[in-house]
């Protein structure tokens, strides 16, 4: 409300409604009481002719805004009306210049009209470059930003297509010894190393020390056979197989060898006196191929072969603990390099193994997990293969393998994400232009998947998949598992993840505005 209309309201309620008072009252106290009423009643017609004065103020300035609106709008009328005037002037000059040419002969008409088709051609080319000039400038504003964030991102300090190419020539060379040595024995056949994990598909978690990981293949040796079982033991989300190992007989048939003893149909006696054990006798446990047995035997081999190969001569070998691999470092003074070998067996002839590697904490010597590792790296090729030379899918996955990610969603969460914004987003999507954008959709992938508690295996269950890289039919038509399981299972999974959210995504916005 006004103060000036409170205070008169409340001036007049005194008037009309005075406070009652003792008949005692001396005639001083009435006199007071009377000049009082006076002085008021005086107060309220001042402040009557003041409300009017203002109220008559304010209606004059608004009927000068209302005139003035009034003149504006019929000027713009005015004005509207007189372009149109003339630009019915031009139309019916331009109308008589036609009808004259019309009365001309044939080939002058037809040289107005060609003349007209070409200013026509000329104004929609000049509006066509127009508008070819504003994409341009607002692609060369998207291509800033997506410069200036690429400053930002933290890249490994190694060149990892120049140590990806130095681990697989060396891996080339024990393949050669591999071969020589084991040619007439009873362990299993090394195939040629793979190049598996992030640094072989383009891009590492770590800005130093970067692991290089290679599977090896093997494959029975003669007299042998593998069986691959699944083990149903316990409802696990990741499927865990067990590598049975069977000898078959080489008396006759495919498995028949001049130079080796049958171990089924000779007696144990002369096996023993004549030929060295067969593979259940040295990598097994029980009938089932031992993962941590075949580890120590790795060692043996990196080890005993090192000093025949050329790298040998520049650089030294360090072996590293593990139980489930074989692990090293090979350094030369200014360069190192950290190297794991995995070992597995090929489920048919696709690209999923059985490998030592395991995503678990406490795994049994004779498990040996389901590994989609080579898959993926033939996904990342097969973008690779499509992608321009500028695309920056790898920069977008590197960038978030910077950010502090926690136990609701690791770096193999993120991979997951990027692959499925791979698999549907066009190749040509993923330039310095669109890096804001495609990191944003990550983000917002990210947060739909925390709110859901779901999150696919790319692999598993994916009928997407390109069809160039060659998977088991149980494992492409198989039932889907969910890499967020824990967080639809342990409520207070859940909630850490969305605070760990809101925390990555502090961190996203500091990093893009470049806040220390």
Request: one cysteine or more; a negative charge; glycine letters at 4%.
């Amino acid at each position: 409300m006004d103060p000036v209309v409170f205070l008169f309201v409340l001036l007049k309620s005194l008037i009309q409604y005075p406070q009652p008072v003792a008949d005692g009252l001396d005639e001083e106290t009435r006199l007071r009481m009377e000049v009082r009423a006076k002085h008021l009643e005086w107060e309220r017609l001042h402040l009557e002719q003041e409300m009017e004065r203002v109220t008559r103020k304010q209606v004059q300035l608004l009927k000068l805004v209302t005139v003035a609106v009034l003149l504006v709008y019929l000027l713009v009328l005015w004005f509207i009306g007189w372009k149109s005037s003339l630009r019915r002037e031009v139309d019916e000059e331009e109308n008589r210049g036609a009808n004259e040419e019309q009365l001309g002969n044939v080939a002058a008409h037809e040289e107005g009209n060609a003349g007209n088709e070409a200013v026509n051609e000329a104004a929609i080319a000049e509006n066509n470059n127009d508008v070819e000039i504003a994409v341009q400038e607002e692609d060369d504003f998207d291509d800033r930003i997506g410069q200036v964030i690429m400053e930002r991102i933290q890249w490994p300090v190694q060149d990892l297509q120049a140590g990806c190419e130095w681990i697989t020539n060396l891996m080339d060379n024990y393949s050669l010894y591999f071969c020589h040595v084991l040619a007439n024995s009873f362990y299993p056949v090394l195939q040629r190393a793979i190049g598996v994990g992030s640094a072989f598909e383009g891009w590492s978690p770590r800005e130093q020390d970067v692991v290089y990981r290679v599977l090896i293949p093997m494959t029975p040796p003669r007299g042998h056979s593998f069986h691959l079982e699944l083990d149903s033991a316990g409802q696990r989300q990741v499927r865990n197989f067990r590598v049975r190992v069977q000898l078959e007989c080489t008396c006759t048939g495919e498995q028949q060898a001049e130079d080796m003893l049958c171990f089924l149909h000779h007696p144990e006696e002369e096996l023993r006196r004549n030929q060295d054990p067969s593979l259940l006798d040295t990598l097994c446990t029980g009938s089932y191929l031992d993962v941590q047995k075949t580890a120590r035997w790795f060692y043996q081999l990196v080890r005993a072969i090192w000093p025949a190969l050329p790298q040998s001569h520049n650089w030294h070998l360090v072996l590293l603990p593990s139980t489930r691999s074989c692990q090293f470092k090979v350094t030369n003074g200014s360069e190192s390099f950290r190297i794991e070998m995995l070992f597995g067996v090929r489920r048919d002839d696709s690209a999923v193994f059985v490998s030592s590697q395991t995503r678990e904490a406490h795994t049994a010597s004779t498990i040996w997990p389901e590994s989609y590792a080579v898959a993926e790296v033939e996904f990342f090729k097969h973008i690779a293969r499509q992608a321009p030379p500028d695309s920056l899918h790898l920069k977008c996955l590197q960038f978030f393998t910077r950010l502090p990610l926690g136990f609701g969603f690791s770096t193999y969460t993120m991979k997951t994400i990027v692959m499925y914004l791979l698999n549907v987003t066009p190749v040509t999507s993923w330039r310095r232009r669109d890096l804001l954008e495609r990191l944003q959709d990550v983000m917002d992938s990210l947060r739909l998947c925390v709110q859901t508690k779901h999150l696919n295996h790319f692999i598993v269950g994916n009928q997407r998949v390109p069809q160039d890289i060659n998977l088991p039919p149980d494992v492409q038509t198989g039932e889907k598992y969910n890499l967020l399981h824990n967080l639809a299972q342990d409520p207070h999974a859940h909630s850490q993840a969305i605070h760990e959210y809101l925390v990555l995504k502090k961190w996203y916005k500091r990093i893009l505005l470049a806040e220390d």
